[in-house]
């Protein structure tokens, strides 16, 4: 696909749980610029009506259903966490699924550049969608706290999130840009600033 000058560039927002892509991600929105969050696009997938939900039910049964139809993703959470091959089948079923909900959404965009906000972004291949990469880090004592603090889940829980999500150093590994959230909102909001104006003077991505 050849990108036109006036077609918005792709920005790929990553990082550990906690470390703080929704906040940054947030000041990107206030700033005037498109972002979509891969999380709500899995989410959109699989709304009632569609069809990813009902082959999901067909799949596990009846009991990843609530009482009003909506997916229960805590048992379907449960379900997989437990047995990788059937994590590897519901992946090969919304990977695909997610990424044209995603490339929908990108194509709609009217800011210069625009933002795909995935803390899945290495190891679901949406890194491929974009032209650049921005790690948000925090030191993993910090992303616990925050984690902690923010969704009232037990320690272990939080360890196991982050042993299934990419290490830190493959993260960085793939990084073009890493923003250190280690200090308060405003240090966040002015790093976020500063890369926004940084990336105004980029055309695909690249300086």
Same mark, same amino acid.
């Given at each position: 696909?050849?990108?036109?000058?006036?077609?918005?560039?792709? %920005?790929? %927002?990553?990082?550990? !749980?906690?470390?703080?892509?929704?906040?940054? $991600?947030?000041h990107f !929105?206030d700033?005037?610029?498109h972002?979509? =969050?891969a999380?709500?696009a899995?989410?959109w997938?699989?709304?009632?009506g569609?069809?990813?939900?009902?082959?999901?039910?067909?799949? @596990?049964?009846?009991?990843?259903?609530?009482?009003?139809?909506?997916?229960?993703? $805590?048992?379907?959470?449960?379900? !997989? @966490?437990? =047995? *990788?091959?059937?994590?590897?089948?519901?992946e090969?079923?919304?990977h *695909?699924?997610?990424a044209?909900?995603?490339?929908?959404?990108?194509?709609?965009?009217?800011? *210069?550049?625009?933002? &795909?906000?995935?803390?899945?972004l290495?190891?679901?291949?949406?890194?491929?969608?974009?032209q650049?990469? &921005?790690?948000? =880090?925090a030191?993993?004592q910090?992303?616990?706290?925050?984690?902690?603090?923010?969704? +009232?889940?037990?320690?272990?829980?939080?360890? $196991?999130?982050l +042993?299934?999500?990419?290490?830190?150093e493959?993260?960085?590994?793939n990084?073009d840009?890493?923003?250190?959230? =280690?200090?308060?909102?405003?240090?966040?909001?002015?790093?976020?600033?500063?890369?926004?104006h @940084?990336?105004?003077? %980029?055309?695909?991505?690249?300086?």
């Amino acid at each position: 696909m050849t990108r036109s000058v006036n077609t918005p560039w792709i %920005l790929g %927002l990553t990082g550990g !749980i906690g470390s703080g892509k929704s906040a940054a $991600a947030q000041h990107f !929105i206030d700033l005037g610029i498109h972002v979509i =969050d891969a999380d709500h696009a899995a989410r959109w997938v699989v709304e009632p009506g569609r069809p990813a939900l009902e082959q999901i039910a067909r799949h @596990f049964g009846e009991g990843v259903l609530q009482a009003d139809g909506q997916l229960d993703r $805590a048992a379907l959470r449960k379900l !997989i @966490f437990e =047995d *990788p091959q059937q994590r590897r089948w519901l992946e090969a079923l919304l990977h *695909p699924l997610i990424a044209e909900e995603i490339a929908s959404h990108l194509a709609r965009a009217q800011s *210069p550049y625009a933002i &795909l906000v995935s803390p899945l972004l290495v190891e679901s291949g949406q890194a491929r969608m974009t032209q650049r990469i &921005l790690v948000i =880090d925090a030191p993993q004592q910090l992303q616990i706290e925050r984690t902690l603090l923010r969704d +009232q889940v037990s320690e272990q829980q939080v360890q $196991a999130i982050l +042993q299934a999500q990419a290490s830190r150093e493959e993260r960085l590994r793939n990084a073009d840009d890493v923003l250190v959230n =280690d200090r308060d909102r405003a240090w966040l909001h002015s790093e976020v600033e500063r890369l926004h104006h @940084f990336y105004l003077t %980029l055309r695909g991505g690249q300086p």
